[in-house]
């Protein structure tokens, strides 16, 4: 069984560019996400991690670390973060693990349990190592999303999905679409005069579909 959305990410301890760490202590109480990348030196990763290093900011002001893993060593990681800094013009400070023995991308259901990296190995051999999790405070896996080789990811919408979940973790719900400064949904779970109360005033679209103002 993989892992699911709300089940606590295993507290493995790994190899990475910063010195070997552990997962839940690296985690500790702040929000995180971890993106994974089949190969070092690859054109599609390499813009990637370019963007995760630009939007350091925005993670900072999130509150949430970024951890890479590429399931290659450390010290062609520390290389391509040459290559990455080079197309980014920015510094990539966050760590990437080093999951040569896959252990990270099996824990995670990116790969199977049997899967091996062969000698001469391409991307092509760990291709589905090519998904975001993003992780609660709670330890808890909140979100995944897992792209092919070809698609670059969108860290707009990575943005945004993390909002989302900061947002929900407040005891509501967000509608399609939903940025930071628009309205929410009150869960069908709570009762008009609970959401009265909590929220103070609220539209009701439909019986089941409540908007109300963004708590604070």
């Known amino acids: 069984m993989g892992l699911r959305i709300n089940d606590t990410i295993p507290d493995l301890k790994v190899e990475t560019d910063h010195g070997t760490i552990s997962l839940h202590d690296w985690v500790g109480d702040s929000w995180a996400i971890l993106f994974s990348h089949p190969k070092d030196f690859t054109p599609v990763c390499t813009t990637e991690f370019g ?77 589905t190592v090519r998904s975001v999790f993003i992780i609660g405070p709670d330890k808890q896996l909140k979100l995944s999303m897992t792209y092919p080789m070809t698609v670059g990811r969108n860290f707009a919408e990575i943005l945004r999905a993390l909002d989302g979940l900061q947002m929900s973790s407040k005891g509501v719900a967000t509608p399609a679409n939903w940025v930071p400064g628009e309205d929410v949904i009150i869960p069908p779970t709570v009762s008009n005069e609970d959401a009265k109360a909590k929220f103070g005033e609220f539209e009701t679209v439909l019986p089941y579909l409540r908007k109300t103002k963004a708590p604070e």
């Open 51 to 127: 963007a995760v290093a630009q939007l350091a900011d925005e993670w900072e002001k999130r509150g949430t670390k970024v951890i890479g893993v590429s399931v290659d060593g450390v010290e062609d990681h520390k290389k391509w973060k040459s290559d990455i800094e080079q197309v980014s013009g920015a510094t990539a400070g966050f760590p990437i693990i080093a999951d040569v023995g896959l252990e990270v991308s099996k824990a995670f259901d990116m790969l199977p349990a049997e899967a091996y990296l062969p000698d001469g190995r391409t991307p092509a051999d760990s291709a």
